[in-house]
């Protein structure tokens, strides 16, 4: 591969989510993001057979570069779904039960017997598009990841922005609505309440509530006719076959993302917004409306440059390619 070194070790990238593990071997010293090796695995419940797991998938990709290339491994990057402090130690996370408080980085490299650096997932995808994807070149940059949250990284000034306590990079929990629907935080009206992956499917089972979509609208037919169980792929699914219930959904949800986009462009400035994450495979069908949204709300509009609002380039591979960078860079 051009711009590596034969024989140099390599970094493993490891992405924790609240289903899956999704891990691959990269080449440090390679301008590309295309992986050594490559696995996913279920997510498991319990802090031991987490760690064990992430543990188990690092050996194999450690063994499978091994053989393929006779590389070894030099340290793993991990990113968990929730806050990290600096110190490597899972602090707290919705969607992660039971694992708050354990020393992830101190008890996996006890496992594997190599340096580990933990981030925040999306602070791990943020740095995988600030080097090797759409943000790269850029100074100033914020990369949102939509998903079952909503997460985040910034860069500013080509460095991580991190917080005091490294905790920075939680837009998802802004609060946009404070008489709106429960967050599992435990508060109300938090923005990802609505412009998660999560939050699209609870916007159009209200539109039917509402009475502003029909109960056989589309999506409610992809969802088996049960309005309690459209998720956000029903919608999507029914806005491409230009299901007009869909699609008004699908503008309601540009609205809800573009609105706390202008409120982070208000706060940091950013030269570039990178939307990831598992919704942004859709993004053609609600990102034209955001970016309209933006335009209307942020400070100044007329009078500053316009922000590109932009699709991930890396797709689901960014956290495990930012961990394992990350992991490169610190070790």
């Known amino acids: 591969m051009t711009g590596s070194v034969p024989g140099a070790p390599v970094v493993v990238g490891l992405d924790l989510g609240g289903t899956k593990v999704l891990g691959l071997a990269l080449d440090p010293d390679h301008s590309g993001s295309e992986p050594l090796a490559e696995e996913r695995v279920p997510t498991p419940d319990g802090t031991g057979a987490v760690l064990d797991a992430l543990a188990g998938l690092a050996d194999r990709l450690r063994t499978q570069v091994r053989d393929d290339t006779g590389r070894d491994v030099r340290a793993v990057g991990l990113g968990a779904p929730g806050l990290v402090d600096r110190a490597g130690t899972f602090r707290y996370g919705p969607n992660l039960p039971g694992v708050e408080g354990v020393a992830l980085g101190a008890e996996l490299g006890e496992r594997l017997g190599l340096p580990v650096v933990v981030d925040n997932d999306a602070t791990c995808a943020a740095w995988g598009e ?4 759409a943000a790269r070149g850029r100074n100033h940059t914020l990369c949102l ?10 860069t500013v000034k080509g460095e991580i922005l991190r917080g005091a306590y490294g905790f920075a990079g939680e837009p998802g929990h802004m609060v946009v609505d404070p008489g709106g629907p429960a967050c599992p935080c435990g508060r109300t009206g938090c923005w990802e309440v609505f412009a998660s992956g999560t939050g699209l499917g609870r916007l159009a089972r209200d539109a039917v509530a509402r009475g502003d979509a029909p109960t056989d609208a589309g999506f409610v037919g992809r969802a088996g006719g049960r309005v309690e169980d459209v998720a956000g792929e029903h919608v999507v699914a029914a806005a491409r076959d230009g299901d007009a219930p869909a699609l008004a959904v ?12 202008a409120n982070l462009v208000n706060l940091l400035d950013s030269e570039v ?34 922000v590109p609002i932009v699709p991930a380039r890396l797709g689901a591979r960014a956290g495990a390619v930012g961990a394992a960078l990350l992991a490169a860079l610190r070790t």
Do not use: C, K, N
Request: glycine share 20%; proline share 2%; charged share 30%.
């Open 273 to 306: 917004v990178v939307i990831g994450g598992g919704v942004s495979a859709d993004a053609d069908l609600f990102l034209d409306r955001a970016r309209a949204r933006v335009r209307d709300q942020v400070l100044g509009a007329e009078r500053r440059p316009r």
């Open 145 to 154: 990841t939509l998903g079952t949250g909503i997460g985040a990284g910034m």
């Open 130 to 133: 600030h080097e090797r994807g």
């Open 250 to 261: 699908l503008d309601e949800y540009g609205d809800w993302l573009g609105l706390g986009l």
